[in-house]
């Protein structure tokens, strides 16, 4: 029988927690699913108490899903004092949602990794080779001219963000070019101006899109929007694969509070992206154009009229992720307590057709931000930018334990001299050795769809991967260089 989370919740919800008297689902003990192949692993989040152990708990849950699921391989992880709330009692009916409605195809694995698509690396790095990485998320600005409710920059009041925006920095263009460069000749597949601050904002954006494209680099740009202009339309679509505008309101109040700019704003926003996906549609360009909407406590009211702006504003996709929350909880990710976002997926789903998809990650936002793996190997493939020219293994490390994580500065230092140090892989090797993945992280981090892969089977033979994958690996997505 196939498992799938929705189908291991259904049987949890079989089960009664003796203090509550309701489910265990609906009680919000269960805090995430996470499964990958026949690895299930659960979370659950309980204190002992007269009426029912853990033990108890956890006993009851080995015996139904292994009755029902007979070839799993369970792992049941309790974190007494987990404070994130469950997502899976309303996710658990919206995913039924998903499987009537055909129409929302997924032609980039936005919830998955593309390693299929590169098992030279994967191979090297198991022979232990002090591999390149494959993908970089890269800021050459550090700052930002919106403030979001959500933005670490902003929550953390980094230079360059919210009221401190007069600081923002922008690496030296000759960083940036050297950057592209030595990526390209190390085995770099894909770059993302991604994170960290708001890269439309660098003066030499331009030039810097020209450089990577006349390399050949695969480049691709998540922005604000606001400073898009259709007058550099041609080399925006045909520099970047894909190009991505960060929103998460589809109202002016919405607009106004999440991201803290006027309606003006946002209107400037839309019409930007809106003139780019008439060029594109004109020209036959192939970069996708996207929107991707972080839900957060205040905004499930904004997704189903983000929906329909996405779609008449003639984008490929929208797609909806859960936030990722620091590793305290301090962005307070959503809740259960949004049982009736049920309604509202299924209203944002009606606007997909065969040109416009309307996706939401659903393992990320089925695992309760746990992560089923026990070290972090990903940082090997892929690596965090930030604009200040730190090259990191993450970006959960921009604003943590700088000095322990810090691999070098690409101002000061080539890329390729960063690559071939000591401390680079001394770094490496502290993060799988010393960072608890669950108690130091962020939840659900660029990182993750890689890790889980390479824990549960990162170390097969390349012949069963292939063997075991074959039907995936066939179906190639879009983009398999951004990993
Ligand atoms: S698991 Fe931790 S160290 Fe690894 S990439 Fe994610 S946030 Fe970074």
Redesign the pocket.
Known sequence: MNISETKVAEQLKLITDATSNVDIISSGIVKGINIYNYSVNILISYKENKFCSSKQIKDEIEKKLIEKFPKIKLKIDNSPNYSTHSEIPHILKLSELSKKNGKNEDKWNMDSHKLFWHLDRVEKWQNGERIAPLHIDMGISNGCNMACTYCYGVIQNRSGFGTNQKKIFHMPKFAVKRFFKDAKDVGVRSIALIGEGENTLHPDFHEILEYGKSINMDLSLATNGINLNSKNADLLLTSLKWLRINISAGTYEGFEKIHRLDRKQMDRVLKNITDLAIIKKEKKYDCTLGFQMVVTKENFNEIVPLAKIGKECGVDYFVVKPCSDTYDHRLDAPTGEYIETLNTFKEAEKFANKDYAVNIKWKKAMNGGW?DYDY?M??QFILGLSGTGNLF??G?WFNERKDEFNLGNVIEKSFKEILNSERYWEVQEK?RQT?N?NN???SN????YV?RFLFHEGNNSLDEIKIKNKDKITNKPNHINFI
């Open positions: 992560k972090c990903g940082t293994p993450c959960h993060i960072v993945v130091d992280c962020e981090c660029r990182q993750h890790n």
